[in-house]
Every structure is written in C-alpha cells, then in structure tokens.
C-alpha cells in the first residue's frame, strides 16, 4: 500500500512541472548555499582552531605558580626527567621545552613590552610550525649569531629589518635585571595577536642570562591521535606532583570556545535556512491542495480514507523535498572539495581578517557526519511542512469538493 501511494504521490508532483520545477531549484539552491556556506564557516573556525592549538599546544607544564606571577625564579624543578617521560611515552606525538622571560625590547629608534621565548629551533618547529610563518630572513638554526625571531608587526613596530641589532632587558632567576643583544635573524608572518609581543630565540643564546645552569619554564606537548589529552594531562600531573599540566581548553577559554561553535555552526546555519525553506514547502503544498480540491473530493469520493490522503500529501512534499536536498548537497559537496584543494581566496578583506587573526586564504570543509545531520534536519522539515497542508486536505467534505 505504501509503495503505492509513493508512486502516485511521485506522479502528482509533476502534473505541475512548472510550479514542482521551481520549488525544486529552490530547495537545491538553499540547501546548496547553507552547506557551502556552513563549509566556508567551519574553514574559518579550523583555521583559527588550529592556529589557536599550534600557539597553545595540546597540553602546557609548567612551575604551579608561575602562569599566575610569571616570575622567571619560577621554572620546573624536573625538567630533564619529564622531558626522559615524554621522549618514551607512545602517546606523545612531539614536545618543546623553553625557556620564557618577559621584558623589554630596544630598538634605535623604539621599544616594546616583549614575551621572550628560548626554544630549541628543530624541537620548537615540530611543535608550532613557527619555520613556516617566516616572511623574510632565516630560521634559528642559522648562523647568524644571537638570532632573533619577531613578529611582522613587532618589526614594523621597532622599525626593524633582518640585521637590525636589538637589546632585550629581563630578569635573570635572582630577579635582577639583565641585558643581552640579539641580531634579527627573521621576520615572521602570522595574524596573531602574538606576533606583537612574542620573539623567538635558541635556547643556548638566552639561558646563560637567566640562570647558573639550564632551565625551562614550560613544556608544550602535543599528542598523537587517539590519545585522550584529558587523561593525559592528569597522568603528568600524578606523576610530577611538583607541576601542573594543564590542557588547551583550560589554558585558553578562547580555543574551546571555538571548538564548541565549530561542532554547531552547520546547523545553526541550516536551521535558519530550512526554516524559510519550510515557509515555501507550506505555501506550495497548500497551493497544489486547492488546485486539486475536487481530485482530492473525487478519491475520498471512491473509497480511498483520509488516513491515505494525508499520507500521500506527507509523501508529495518529503518526495520533493528529498530531491532537492540530495541534488543540493551534491552541488555543494563538488564545489567544497574544489575550494577545498584550492583554497577560497579572501584577500579582497585580507586586512580585517587579520585583524581577528585569519589568514586571506580558507579551506572550507564539511565533515561526513554533518551531511548525514542535514539530511536528518531536512527530513524532519520536510515532514512538519507538510503536515499544515496535509490537515487541509482531510478536511475537505468529498461531495462539496467534487461540485467545486
């Protein structure tokens, strides 16, 4: 009986093929535009979801007191036995260990409040990519004596070029202040906040200037996929107890809000979009029922009962509009994996993108499961768009209906 009345109820739809040809083009058009759109909304989000992850890493150690006061005095007693853990631990995919101090930069002709960041080039580059970002000049595993690493808008700041000679004033482990001369190595480029403030140098160059022998301040470690960072970080903090691990959604509200929204964005957005769909689904539906009205009077007339009638109006419009979604997602999904390998290019708004810390090229994507989460969405409209029209059609007295 059901396929039945699919077969009839398909066979309705184009009766009309102008006004069923136009609902059509727009539920492809709209659920077309909400999954691109939704794909070029999680581009941004995983962008900056990455960037926020590569600065933050995915777990942080450091003294128990030091992100509260920050004093350079304060740095990880067991530094060489954690960094012994990590480099055997199978769920750990790379660490950095660094030393940090916050002073002030001198330029000839400027200064700046600064995060100094001692790293080992070839470990921290694992970690953060920071290799990559470079603009102009040469890593840390250069010969350049004293290398520093700034930021592009640090540069600009303290009007400094690669060569530009630079002093740095801190406080050593005794809390007394100290200088020390660095020469600009390179430049690098990144639309983080950070880059006005952190600088990059070997951790040999910066560790005679803190303290008598070596020290970190911080260990960044990032995890292998698969492991759980949670479990993880609590496994470091039973085990050092003179510690704290801490991971990246507890370092950074700002990172996990981002993932929470890029979890809800491509719904957010199709909801909003199936909405008005849902409207035009209605108003089609409800139109098809008065032009139909005495068909509809006329199969009540011969036998068949509401219950089918209502159904096959139910039918009409998840026929329709089940069509049009999968024709939809199937424009969209083409498209999104074209901009996906070819990057969607928004350096037309490159500046105010930097401004919140995105690069001018995006590689939107969607996952898998959230085509299957659409479906379901447009399913679920699909059904309560129809039932209003549906509820109509019942009403109709058969003998009235058939005089019409």
């Not at 794909?39 to 890493?57: K, M, P, T």
């Not at 949670?230 to 903090?237: G, I, K, P, Q």
Request: charged share 20%.
């Amino acid at each position: 009986m059901f396929l039945q009345i699919i077969k009839i109820a398909w066979r309705n739809l184009w009766r009309n093929p102008g006004r069923s040809g136009v609902l059509l083009a727009a539920i492809i058009a709209g659920v077309w535009a909400g999954v691109t759109v939704s794909a070029v909304s999680n581009g941004f989000i995983d962008q900056r979801f990455e960037r926020l992850v590569n600065e933050v890493s995915h777990i942080q150690m450091h003294h128990p007191e030091y992100r509260a006061d920050r004093e350079t005095s304060m740095f990880i007693r067991q530094a060489d036995h954690i960094k012994q853990f990590l480099e055997i631990n199978g769920s750990v995919e790379t660490f950095s260990a660094r030393a940090l101090a916050d002073g002030i930069i001198q330029s000839p002709v400027s200064s700046s409040g600064v995060m100094v960041r001692g790293i080992d080039p070839a470990r921290e580059d694992s970690v953060t990519g920071i290799r990559n970002l470079l603009s102009d000049g040469e890593y840390l595993d250069s010969d350049v004596r004293n290398p520093l690493l700034i930021g592009q808008k640090l540069a600009e700041k303290l009007h400094a070029d690669v060569g530009t000679r630079l002093v740095i004033t801190f406080q050593n482990s005794e809390n007394e202040l100290t200088s020390a001369a660095f020469n600009v190595a390179g430049i690098y480029s990144t639309p983080s906040p950070l880059a006005e403030r952190l600088v990059y140098t070997r951790l040999e160059n910066l560790q005679p200037h803190l303290h008598e022998t070596p020290i970190y301040h911080e260990i960044a470690i990032l995890i292998k996929n698969g492991f759980s960072i949670e479990e993880f970080a609590e496994t470091l903090n039973q085990t050092f107890a003179d510690t704290e691990a801490l991971t990246w959604h507890e370092l950074s509200p700002e990172l996990r809000l981002y993932a929470d929204i890029g979890n809800q964005a491509t719904y957010y957005i199709m909801i909003v979009i199936l909405l008005a769909l849902a409207f035009g689904i209605l108003n089609t539906m409800l139109m098809a029922i008065f032009e139909r009205t005495r068909e509809l009077g006329m199969l009540m007339a011969v036998g068949m009962n509401r219950i089918k009638v209502f159904l096959m109006i139910c039918v009409e419009s998840f026929l329709i509009t089940m069509t049009g979604a999968v024709l939809g997602m199937a424009l969209s999904a083409l498209l999104i994996r074209y901009l996906y390998l070819t990057g969607l290019d928004m350096s037309a708004f490159s500046e105010g993108l930097a401004e919140f810390g995105y690069d001018a090229v995006i590689n939107p994507y969607l996952p898998a499961e959230s085509f299957l989460g659409i479906t379901l969405l447009v399913a679920v409209t699909a059904i309560l768009a129809s039932v209003y029209p549906a509820y109509k059609a019942i009403r109709l007295q058969p003998a009235e209906a058939v005089r019409e």
